[in-house]
């Protein structure tokens, strides 16, 4: 796995002081227009990057885990399991999103303005961010401010108008393609700021690699929607020109950020009370039953015994007030483990690729770029001595052993969902594009039994941008938990 050197946790110290200033209340920011304008693009890339992967393990932990169950909470009045989310919930990731988004843009800015050696690397991995960033955030909300998003306090508007989300995709594959075309350059950063890359280390073939990875996953939420001639670029960039979109090749070239565990380049859990870890949760029934069935050697890396040699889980949407008895839970271990910084690993390329061959997308046999998930999953968590050919004769891990199309989809999935542990809201969001996980329906669900398919817009934002907010309400036909996003809707 990737290693950070030491230059750069005492650089990142000293950015995460400057952090603070660029990073403040989203509204002061965004009327100050002096803010940022001294910040390097090399002083804002490795804490913004630091800074957005923790508030997403941070969600990952409180929403997402609860909605896909993988872990269930034993606090009673903690409802996301249930699929009752309250209004407040909807700010944290609005708030931390936008704030790192200006920083992202500072970076471009800074590189552009600036004509530093290597300055169009960071503008390819500006672009690359800003596009990862705004599709969290559409894919969380629907349409949202972004176009236009971000200029408080370089043209003083706090007010800005939302976006519709298909413009919003349009301008981030633009963003991709600018990316890919600055990073095809090839020039690294200089040794004297690689130190500010605490993915990649500065060079320009891996970010380009991320980028184009990033760009498949986008294009296969949005293939089914018929627009951006999506099914047709992916043929491009996998049959027709490989060679102008460089993917990844294995889990060392992974978009991930290992944590060292020095601080301060620790994950959100690093520090915590144990209790505060895993004390209040356990993992879900879903969750280790399959993980039983599949006979993964995962198991023991991710999750306790409940009792001697036996894992068990929690159910997820349980009833009011009648409280399950905790079982497996997640290790302490995980607490200071590196992995946990994952954005896009070698393993879900993989498995996007096995479903855009399954789909006729792309030629090739879906079941090896499958089996090549698998594979690249277990690296990813250290498997030691895996044995593809024994663990894919289980017919439960075997693609082609499945009946019909929508069994193999399942079996895909079912590894992504394995593969994105931790991953932001990745596996919510895929769950809604495809509904191809059989998550089990607890007795005390809400929402009328309902998964929800965003968030709401934050309290904030109602009050503060109040006429876009009603444009967008009725843009997307309400505000509720049950609103689609326009790619959910089509």
Not at 101 to 112: F, G, Q, S, V
Not at 125 to 154: C, E, F, H, K, Q
Not at 159 to 181: G, N, R, V
Request: proline share 4%; hydrophobic share 35%; net charge negative.
């Amino acid at each position: 796995m990737k290693r950070i050197s030491k230059p750069f946790i005492i650089a990142l110290s000293s950015a995460a002081l400057l952090l603070g200033s660029c990073t403040k209340d989203f509204v002061d920011h965004n009327t100050n227009p002096n803010a940022s304008t001294v910040a390097s693009p090399q002083s804002l890339l490795a804490p913004t990057l630091v800074t957005t992967i923790n508030n997403n393990l941070n969600r990952n932990f409180r929403l997402n885990n609860e909605f896909m169950q993988v872990t269930v909470t034993t606090i009673n009045s903690r409802e996301f399991h249930r699929y009752i989310v309250r209004p407040s919930e909807a700010d944290y990731s609005w708030r931390n999103w936008y704030r790192q988004l200006t920083n992202i843009r500072d970076i471009y800015n800074k590189a552009e303005e600036g004509q530093l050696a290597g300055f169009e690397t960071f503008k390819g991995i500006s672009r690359i961010l800003d596009a990862w960033v705004g599709s969290l955030l559409t894919d969380m909300y629907g349409d949202v401010p972004y176009l236009g998003s971000n200029l408080g306090y370089l043209e003083q508007n706090i007010t800005p108008e939302f976006d519709k989300q298909k413009d919003i995709y349009a301008s981030i594959f633009d963003k991709l393609h600018e990316a890919d075309t600055l990073l095809s350059k090839n020039i690294n950063l200089p040794n004297d700021v690689v130190f500010s890359d605490p993915i990649y280390n500065g060079e320009a073939l891996k970010w380009r690699k991320f980028g184009n990875a990033l760009r498949l996953r986008l294009l296969m939420r949005v293939a089914h929607t018929g627009e951006f001639d999506a099914v047709a670029k992916i043929k491009e960039m996998v049959d027709i020109a490989p060679q102008d979109y460089p993917l990844f090749d294995n889990n060392e070239e992974s978009a991930t950020l290992i944590f060292s565990g020095e601080n301060p380049f620790q994950n959100q859990f690093h520090n915590a009370r144990d209790y505060d870890f895993n004390g209040d949760k356990g993992y879900s029934e879903f969750f280790i039953n399959n993980f039983l069935e599949l006979q993964d050697p995962r198991l023991p890396i991710l999750a306790t015994e409940a009792t001697l040699g036996v894992y068990s889980g929690m159910q997820s949407g349980y009833a009011q007030g009648v409280i399950p008895q905790r079982e497996s839970t997640l290790p302490l271990a995980l607490k200071t483990d590196g992995r946990l910084g994952n954005i896009l690993n070698y393993a879900e390329q993989q498995f996007l690729l096995a479903e855009a061959a399954l789909n006729g997308y792309i030629q090739g046999n879906p079941t090896d770029y499958y089996n090549q998930g698998v594979v690249g999953a277990m690296d990813y968590w250290g498997v030691e001595e895996f044995q593809p050919e024994e663990y894919l004769l289980n017919p439960k891990a075997n693609l082609d052993q499945a009946a019909n199309y929508q069994d193999k989809l399942e079996r895909i999935h079912l590894q992504k969902f394995y593969a994105m542990l931790f991953t932001d809201f990745q596996q919510w969001y895929e769950y809604r594009r495809t509904r191809a996980l059989n998550l089990y329906q607890g007795i005390g669900l809400g929402n009328n039994g309902q998964m929800p398919s965003r968030l709401n817009y934050p309290i904030l934002t109602r009050t503060f941008n109040y006429e876009n907010y009603q444009k967008a309400v009725e843009s997307m036909g309400g505000d509720s938990l049950n609103e689609k996003v326009w790619w959910e809707k089509n």
